[in-house]
């Protein structure tokens, strides 16, 4: 992938744009991990990259860090920080530059401060979402998420008592 192409966002959402509570997913939805897995994985067998910030980061069970058949990129300002299996970077800039040098498709995966770049990049190509109806109780969200453009919605899944549908939505307009 040459450095200016582009990259994709994916996300969980709620109604208010809500994507995490008290640092963790405020949902488990197998369907969402499988097709968030099967997207960012593709058929490149290692080849695609996630770029993440160090909170997120730290937030994925350690079981799954680094998340398996996918180049993880970290980005953190911390210049001593490791990240065990994963490259780090100092800013998202950088950490593009760096995923563009290596691998086939980019994913930004979070969290907020990482989406509120990424959607201010003119390289954000694309915006998957998994629209998860109702509140609940978020404390960090997608950034300018009343400014996403839909292009197409799938139909209404449910899952543990919850409704959900995945959506592709075109990057907001410039700030």
């Known amino acids: 992938m040459s450095p200016g192409a582009g990259f994709t966002v994916i996300a969980a959402v709620d109604d208010a744009g809500g994507i995490g509570r008290a640092g963790g997913l405020p949902w ?6 499988e097709r968030f897995r099967r997207i960012t994985t593709g058929a490149g067998g290692g080849a695609n990259a996630v770029i ?5 980061w730290e937030s994925l069970p350690a079981r799954f860090r680094p998340l398996p058949e996918r180049r993880n990129i970290v980005v953190s300002r911390s210049p ?3 990240a065990a299996g994963a490259r780090t970077a100092p ?3 950088s950490a593009l530059a760096l995923a563009a040098a290596e691998v086939g498709e980019i994913f930004v995966i979070g969290g907020a401060e990482i989406y509120a770049l990424a959607l201010a990049h003119p390289g954000c190509r694309l915006i998957l979402l998994t ?3 109702g509140r609940h109780g978020c404390d960090a969200f997608f950034p300018r998420f009343a400014d996403l453009r839909p292009r197409a919605t799938g139909p209404e899944l449910q899952e543990g008592g ?3 549908a995945f959506a592709e939505c075109e990057p907001p307009p410039p700030p």
Not at 52 to 56: A, N, Q, V
């Open 28 to 33: 488990r939805l197998k369907a969402d991990m």
């Open 162 to 164: 919850l409704r959900f």
């Open 52 to 56: 993440l910030g160090r909170r997120t």
């Open 131 to 133: 629209r998860v109806a």
């Open 91 to 93: 800013d998202f800039a």
């Open 80 to 82: 001593d920080y490791a």
